[in-house]
């Protein structure tokens, strides 16, 4: 049985109920499990005044999408200090993980996705900061959301949903420095993109045009492989030499692209998301899902170096694609925001792009046949991007570096009774911006990490071990001088076992899953531990 024949796509939830004493944890998976939570730290809440708004309320049945519209809040002014979104969802009964998103305006605001419900029913709650999108919940709006859903004889788990925004009064903080401990991805930010954007646009026929006076400007794709497709297990493609059951021409190195009119202008590592059916054993994510499964975080690339050439006031195309899928196959979702920040003093800014520097693509995977097949892999990207544009406030220069690397061992028997991969994917960034006082650095390092295996037994006794790594660490120099910095570690680790080709209730499941979400920072720091045992939540541990 291959990794692709469990369950697929995403959970998510924040729940906070209290850990069970070890002597309620039952021997094997029953009818009910603790609601789905994470370690990751709620988002913090601004004192004041609020207003709410309903998004959408909706029960997902099939793939149609909820249509409704959007109306600003009354009561709370034009300009908030923080926007947070929330979504409750319930399901009972059986079901997939099921990927879905929310578009307000036709800007993405949240991808997300479900856990699989017990017969007895969940209940989750998912909230994210989405104060970055202010300036598209200035207006009436269109609003659609879809998960994607099929409810039969057999899969009777109808997803229940509602999403509210709120609206805290005031203007967004402006400090010097920021660091954000309510993402799943630290923050360090200055002045010049703690405020949010004056403008978020979407794609038109595939171009944008942006506003003459842009001074800074930002790309953020929500890139996920999914569909339950190979795609969705990109990390374990073989080359077509190999004798696995999902394969694709090169192997399984990925990296995803972004160009403007043509021309490269950004490179990232994909995260190796696993949903909730991840694995081949749902078992393992019934109470906690892997990192970012909740919250699907988008890629973020700054075109500020392109701006004097965006600035022109004509449409241009802004294409995302995904390296390392072979031509013509599906199975990748990229959808495009483009964040402005505008010279309030300038009817047209000018500049032009100064250095643009691609290195070689690495991407080598080597099959080795054997009682044990095996395919490694080396991958790697390298780009620099520089550009200036001159403002109200004199000229300013970005120029943005980032390197990519991603090494992999995968290793298989025939059957795929046992099924191993060890992978770790490198994205490190530098954005260095010179004008208008000392030069500031704020550089970006994220490793991820996946190590696990699937082993069947002679008793079809199918056991999976995982452990999932999410780190990233944030610093900011100015003048040389560091004046902020932040480190994430979000570890998620696995072992649960179930029966197969037998009825559900002879499976025999057991399952316990650990997570520890630490985040330290110039700011303060935050560290939660929690433990479940067949579905029961056994520890809920805080430090700092």
């Not at 004046?483 to 570890?491: E, V, Y």
């Amino acid at each position: 049985m291959s990794m692709l024949a469990g369950v697929t796509l995403l959970t998510g939830s924040l729940s906070g109920a209290a850990p069970a004493r070890s002597a309620d944890v039952p021997a094997e998976f029953g009818t009910d499990w603790h609601d789905p939570v994470t370690a990751a730290p709620p988002v913090a809440k601004p004192p004041g005044k609020s207003c709410q708004v309903t998004v959408a309320e909706a029960q997902f049945r099939d793939f149609t999408p909820y249509k409704g519209t959007y109306t600003p809040p009354d009561g709370c002014g034009e300009r908030w200090s923080k926007v947070v979104l929330r979504m409750d969802g319930k399901v009972k009964g059986r079901q997939f993980d099921r990927l879905g998103h929310l578009q307000v305006g036709g800007v993405e605001i949240f991808r997300t996705s479900t856990p699989e419900p017990s017969p007895d029913g969940i209940e989750w709650t998912v909230e994210k900061d989405v104060t970055r999108y202010s300036d598209t919940f200035r207006r009436d709006q269109d609003v659609e959301m879809l998960i994607g859903n099929v409810v039969d004889d057999t899969y009777t788990g109808i997803i229940d949903v509602k999403v509210t925004l709120t609206f805290y009064a005031g203007r967004p903080a402006m400090n010097s420095t920021r660091l954000a401990m309510n993402s799943t991805q630290p923050a360090m930010t200055t002045a010049r993109s703690a405020a949010t954007p004056d403008r978020v646009l979407t794609l038109r026929d595939g171009t944008v045009t942006t506003p003459r006076n842009s001074e800074r400007i930002v790309a953020e794709v929500y890139a996920t492989g999914s569909g339950g497709g190979c795609e969705e297990f990109w990390y374990l493609a073989a080359p077509d030499p190999a004798p696995y059951s999902c394969k694709a021409g090169d192997g399984p190195y990925r990296e995803v692209q972004i160009e403007v009119d043509g021309r490269l202008a950004g490179i990232a590592a994909p995260f190796p998301h696993v949903w909730t059916g991840g694995w081949s054993n749902p078992f393992l994510w019934y109470v906690t899902p892997g990192p970012r499964a909740f919250d699907v975080k988008p890629i973020e690339y700054d075109l500020t170096p392109f701006a004097g050439l965006l600035n022109d006031g004509r449409p241009h195309r802004v294409e995302v694609s995904v390296v390392g899928v072979p031509q013509g196959q599906s199975g990748w979702s990229a959808p495009v925001n483009v964040l402005v920040w505008q010279d309030a003093k300038s009817v047209h800014v000018t500049g032009r792009l100064t250095e643009h520097k691609i290195g070689d693509l690495a991407n080598s995977s080597t099959y080795t046949p054997g009682s044990e097949h095996r395919v490694d892999t080396e991958g790697g990207h390298r780009l620099a991007v520089g550009g200036y544009v001159d403002t109200s406030h004199g000229r300013v220069t970005t120029t943005v570096r980032r390197s990519l690397t991603n090494t992999s061992a995968h290793r298989w028997t025939d059957g795929e009774n046992l099924d191993a991969l060890d992978a770790v994917w490198k994205d490190d960034q530098s954005v260095t911006v010179d004008g208008r006082g000392p030069v500031r650095t704020t550089r970006t390092q994220r490793t991820y990490t996946m190590d696990g295996s699937i082993t069947i037994g002679a008793d079809d006794r199918l056991r999976t071990v995982l452990t999932l790594g999410d780190r990233v660490t944030v610093g900011t120099t100015r003048g040389g001088r560091r004046i902020a910095w932040s480190w994430l570690d979000d570890t998620v680790e696995g072992d649960a076992s179930w029966t197969l080709n037998v009825p559900r209730d002879q499976r025999h499941a057991v399952g316990t899953t650990s997570e520890r979400y630490r985040l330290y920072g110039s700011e303060g720091c935050y560290d939660r531990f929690l433990s479940s045992v067949q579905g029961v939540l056994t520890e809920d541990r805080r430090g700092c």
